[in-house]
């Protein structure tokens, strides 16, 4: 991370590799190369998946989800917390309901000023009446009923985040990550 400027966050949840996909699109690894903080909320559903986050991304914070099995569960906490660069962050897979979900996310985390959440595959971006953002990336391999697949992207700077960015992955670039994994099955 800058000492001198701001904060790269990328934020993603429910890759789901290998069940919704078979590997994750170049476009994201690329994001995770650049990023100085990756926020995973959880549904990794593989360990090979954590460990080539943890390879790559020069500071990850992450937590499991609800389809990751007891190998993950033992690395990852439900609920991560951390402060960079003055922003108090949690994560957590699961909030419930989007009906009353700012306010039991808000009386749930009352220390934080973000709450990155994932599950329904859903981005979502919001702010309470208590000031606690809520961000929920989507999935990047699994966009179930939206249109495309998602991650955010975003800064930390001056003690406050900013510059959130939605980024849709078009199909030329999740084609592009079937194809490279179609080679690489094909070499082995």
Same mark, same amino acid.
């Given at each position: 991370?800058?000492?001198?400027?701001? /904060?790269?966050?990328? /934020?993603?949840? %429910?890759?789901? *590799?290998?069940?919704?996909?078979?590997?994750?699109?170049?476009?994201?690894?690329?994001?995770? %190369?650049?990023?100085?903080? *990756?926020?995973? =909320?959880?549904?990794?559903?593989?360990? =090979?998946?954590?460990?080539?986050? #943890?390879?790559? !991304?020069?500071?990850? +914070?992450?937590?499991?989800?609800?389809?990751?099995?007891?190998?993950?569960?033992?690395?990852?906490?439900?609920?991560?917390? *951390? #402060? @960079?660069?003055?922003?108090?962050?949690? *994560?957590?897979?699961?909030?419930?309901?989007? =009906?009353?979900? #700012?306010?039991?996310?808000?009386? !749930?985390?009352?220390?934080?000023? +973000?709450? +990155?959440?994932?599950?329904?595959?859903?981005?979502?971006?919001?702010?309470? &009446?208590?000031?606690?953002?809520?961000?929920?990336?989507?999935?990047?391999?699994?966009?179930?009923?939206?249109? !495309?697949?998602?991650?955010?992207?975003?800064?930390?700077?001056?003690?406050?985040?900013?510059?959130?960015?939605?980024? &849709? @992955?078009?199909?030329?670039?999740?084609?592009?990550? =079937?194809?490279?994994?179609?080679?690489?099955?094909?070499?082995?």
């Amino acid at each position: 991370m800058s000492d001198t400027g701001p /904060i790269r966050l990328l /934020i993603v949840s %429910d890759t789901h *590799v290998p069940k919704r996909a078979r590997s994750l699109p170049g476009r994201l690894l690329r994001e995770v %190369d650049d990023a100085d903080v *990756v926020v995973h =909320a959880g549904d990794w559903v593989d360990t =090979a998946t954590l460990d080539l986050f #943890e390879a790559r !991304a020069r500071r990850l +914070v992450g937590v499991y989800g609800n389809n990751d099995g007891r190998d993950l569960r033992a690395r990852l906490p439900e609920i991560a917390r *951390v #402060e @960079l660069g003055g922003v108090r962050i949690a *994560v957590v897979h699961e909030t419930g309901p989007a =009906a009353g979900r #700012e306010q039991r996310c808000s009386a !749930a985390f009352p220390d934080a000023d +973000v709450l +990155v959440f994932g599950h329904s595959h859903i981005p979502w971006d919001t702010t309470t &009446a208590s000031g606690l953002r809520l961000l929920n990336p989507g999935s990047p391999t699994d966009r179930r009923r939206q249109p !495309a697949c998602t991650y955010l992207t975003a800064t930390i700077a001056d003690g406050a985040l900013g510059d959130v960015r939605l980024v &849709a @992955l078009s199909r030329d670039d999740r084609a592009d990550h =079937a194809a490279r994994a179609d080679r690489a099955d094909r070499a082995s």
